[in-house]
């Protein structure tokens, strides 16, 4: 592949690779403003003390029959259904809770709201997604818990994970903000017996703007989720409240957003699978980066972002802000990969700190996470909505700035 020079570079005040924009975000269409009239005009918006007819309950039912989960409940976010899941599995103050160490930092907060302690484990430097080989030397007398992220969309290997947390006694919980309505071996998320988030926010490939959902593996976790997630209230809404809980719960306006966004999900992760194969080709003709793998058993991801590693020649020659500049300048949107969760303030914040003392420590425990936390790009998935063209431009961007500053 012929490479660019730098002054070609349109940073630098040469031609961008593309002028038009990619698709926008959020999708939406007539089906969310007939859902908004409909709510509107009920007279009922929210405020649900136990499961009524509507679009929250309509969402719910929708919702977990997409995952082939036995039941949802939606509640106010992301971080929210972490939280309740983690209630739900018993963690309580001072417990460990097993995390992956490239995860958004969400994640670790929720535990850290539970008052219970993250303790960072490395990733699959492949998958990007939690190494189950690392989970037993991560583990104390204290873990009740682990959190697995299904990152940028691709599932964790849930084979291991189960095996591993069945043996130990530790609880699951899918974080998948991310992986909406992905599949391991053809199963849906739901399928695992465990608990598993969801993230409705702005940028996830459905979205209200805000909102969560959490899939429960029978109706009695189901009745726990849901009067936990309603301050506590009987289940049966009676006048007595039994936990000492919050308020999670989800709007009808939301929902019935939610409900219209969920009928073209399975469209669009197909079309985002599409494209992401096609990048991915075209981009193995491009020295200086590498995409996330994929694990044959994940049978369909909806691509949340397409991570990329810069490579170890790009590396010791170019940062990856010049890199992610020079990209925006072409035409393409990319974003950083966050970094570890422990190179984080938030990590740290408060009086309780994991077993390990330092950065340092977690970095030598965790060096794949640290890596692609440092030189890990990622594009937003709803660039692969659009046509084979779209990817081609993704990739000669990639190939005329990776050319020119490695010239």
């Not at 740290?348 to 790009?377: K, M, N, Y």
Request: proline share 7%.
């Amino acid at each position: 592949m012929t490479r660019a020079a730098v002054h070609e570079l349109a940073v630098n005040g040469g031609k961008p690779v593309r002028t038009r924009p990619f698709p926008s975000w959020p999708s939406h269409d007539g089906t969310e403003r007939l859902g908004l009239l409909r709510v509107l005009e009920s007279g009922r918006w929210g405020g649900r003390a136990k499961p009524l007819p509507g679009e929250v309950t309509a969402f719910e039912t929708e919702f977990a029959e997409f995952h082939e989960a036995p039941a949802a409940l939606a509640v106010t976010n992301g971080t929210h259904a972490v939280q309740l899941a983690l209630d739900l599995a018993g963690v309580r103050p001072g417990d460990h809770v097993l995390v992956p160490a490239l995860t958004p930092i969400p994640t670790s907060n929720a535990v850290r709201q539970c008052g219970a302690i993250p303790i960072p484990v490395d990733v699959d430097p492949h998958t990007y997604c939690l190494d189950p080989g690392r989970l037993a030397a991560a583990c104390t007398d204290r873990v009740r818990a682990v959190v697995v992220v299904h990152l940028s969309g691709h599932l964790a290997d849930m084979d291991r994970i189960l095996r591993w947390a069945a043996q130990a006694g530790v609880a699951v919980v899918q974080d998948a903000a991310h992986a909406h309505g992905a599949q391991w071996r053809g199963r849906g998320i739901g399928t695992f017996g465990t608990v598993a988030t969801f993230s409705f926010m702005q940028t996830k490939v459905m979205t209200a703007g805000e909102g969560g959902a959490i899939l429960l593996s029978d109706d009695d976790q189901y009745q726990e989720a849901f009067s936990r997630h309603c301050l506590g209230r009987a289940f049966d809404g009676g006048p007595y409240f039994q936990t000492a809980s919050s308020n999670y719960r989800l709007g009808e306006f939301a929902a019935a957003v939610l409900r219209a966004q969920l009928g073209r999900l399975a469209d669009q992760n197909t079309r985002r699978d599409q494209r992401w194969r096609e990048l991915v080709d075209l981009v193995a003709q491009i020295p200086g980066v590498t995409p996330q793998g994929r694990d044959p058993r994940c049978t369909l991801d909806p691509h949340y972002v397409t991570a990329m590693e810069i490579d170890g020649e790009p590396r010791d020659r170019v940062s990856r802000d010049t890199i992610s500049t020079a990209l925006r300048a072409e035409g393409i949107t990319v974003h950083p990969m966050n970094p570890p969760i422990y190179r984080l303030p938030a990590f740290w914040d408060g009086e309780i700190h994991p077993p390990a003392s330092d950065v340092d420590q977690f970095a030598d425990a965790c060096p794949h996470a640290d890596r692609l936390g440092a030189w890990t790009i990622n594009f937003p998935h709803w660039m692969l909505l659009g046509e084979h063209r779209d990817v081609q431009d993704i990739a000669a961007a990639l190939a005329k700035v990776l050319g020119a500053l490695l010239a």
